[in-house]
């Protein structure tokens, strides 16, 4: 399995702008499709966007689509989620996660196998 940290969460108002990493190790980080995931108190884990991995393939939910822009940069080991006009719906512990597997950027949890510990986003209104 690859391990996965993720960095760059914090508080800001809403409209504002974050850029959450993921700096992967331990595997050969583009043999991995990538996802981002989160979790808001009370509520089950949901998808936020994915990645193949050439970067080819993009799938983002659609409460994001137009604000939220994923990428990754296989040389470093990382992948990026860049979060704009963030509102306070968008608060919640985000996660990346790696899945097996060169295509298919899926929305599913269950087809990662590797997550990293979160970063907390808080957007204030």
């Known amino acids: 399995q690859v391990q996965l940290v993720e960095s760059g969460g914090g508080l800001v108002q809403a409209g504002g702008s974050l850029r959450l990493s993921c700096a992967a190790s331990?595997?050969?980080?583009?043999?991995?499709?990538m996802g981002w995931f989160r979790q808001a108190p009370g509520k089950e884990r949901e998808f936020v966007a994915a990645i193949s991995w050439k970067g080819s393939q993009k799938h983002y939910t659609d409460s994001v689509k137009g604000r939220f822009a994923i990428s990754r940069e296989n040389a470093m080991n990382t992948v990026y989620l860049q979060m704009n006009s963030l509102q306070p719906e968008d608060t919640a512990v985000y996660y990346c996660a790696a899945k097996g597997g060169l295509n298919n950027p899926s929305s599913i949890p269950r087809e990662y196998n590797s997550w990293g510990q979160g970063t907390q986003v808080t957007v204030s209104s």
């Open positions: 331990g595997r050969t980080f583009s043999n991995y499709v």
